[in-house]
């Protein structure tokens, strides 16, 4: 039997996860609302390795990790403005490990619908927003179809983003997941807002720490941080901010670009 606790938890985790969903859809991508219906019909009603209820379990996909985003981002919140102390070092360290995670998921995610929908037949394995045989199909379909706006848009907009923020956050992701890039700090004194754990930006220790700062000094800007804190550190919200706020602008416009397209395939695969 649910204890009283158990209840509350379950009420309170209900609560979290339709105020996170309503977020994604309605406030930061509201372009994956626009496809949902259409995907989820048409998905669902089919064999689990059809067209469509692959181009469903994506999308769903999709969703899902930005919402996971987004929690990682909440609990982020709750952790690094608590006094400083390694108990909550250990978890703001957790979520934003985390957060990195699902941020490449998404992208991955992008590029595979991408493959789907335009029928590049890439390999799963290929296809990745960086440069690669994905943005090489991209440009021969650009060059074969050349008064198509969309495609035309969405390489565009797939090569502003990989040239400002997505190559050099992979190259973040590489050090900080493989190789222990990152060291957080615990901060005596309140710091750029509330939060007292931060990033140790400039500090030397280990053997990579300028390939560090020359990948934290490029991706800071675009996102909207210019310089880390006068303590020579950066507060993680706002970097995970910053973050979440290039990634859910890049899935509404990589998603309105092929929205079109979504749906042409959807008509075409559901006469098959």
């Known amino acids: ?5 158990g209840k509350e938890l379950k009420e309170e985790a209900i609560s979290q996860w339709v105020q996170i969903g309503r977020r ?3 406030q930061d991508i509201p372009s994956l609302k626009k496809v949902w219906n259409d995907v989820l019909t048409a998905g669902t009603s089919c064999a689990a390795d059809h067209p469509l209820a692959v181009l469903y379990q994506y999308i769903n ?14 609990r982020l919140r709750s952790f690094s403005t608590q006094e400083a102390s390694n108990v909550f070092e250990f978890y703001v360290s957790h979520y934003i490990y985390d957060f990195f995670s699902r941020v490449k998921t998404t992208t991955d995610l992008l590029a595979l619908i991408i493959n789907h929908v335009f029928e590049f037949s890439l390999n799963e394995k290929e296809c990745r927003l960086e440069r690669g045989r994905l943005a ?3 440009n021969e379909r650009c060059r074969i179809d050349n008064g198509n706006e969309q495609i035309r848009q969405l390489r565009n907009n797939i090569e502003s983003a990989r040239n400002r923020w997505v190559g050099v956050f992979e190259e973040l992701r590489n050090l900080t997941i493989h190789r222990g890039g990152l060291r957080f700090v615990c901060m005596g004194v309140p710091d750029a807002g509330e939060c007292r754990i931060h990033i140790n930006y400039f500090a030397g220790g280990l053997m990579h720490i300028a390939e560090e700062r020359r990948i934290l000094r490029a991706l800071l800007p675009q996102i909207g ?12 919200l706002r970097f995970c901010d910053g973050l979440w706020s290039q990634l859910s602008s890049l899935v509404e416009c990589i998603l309105n670009d092929c929205e079109a397209q979504i749906f042409s395939f959807i008509s075409s695969k559901s006469k098959t």
């Open 61 to 74: 996909s999709l969703n899902s990790t930005c919402q996971q985003c987004l929690y990682s981002l909440e």
């Open 24 to 26: 994604v859809f309605e």
């Open 225 to 236: 941080m210019n310089t880390g804190s006068q303590y020579q550190t950066i507060d993680p």
């Open 1 to 5: 039997m649910q204890t009283e606790a």
């Open 136 to 138: 090489a199909a991209i």
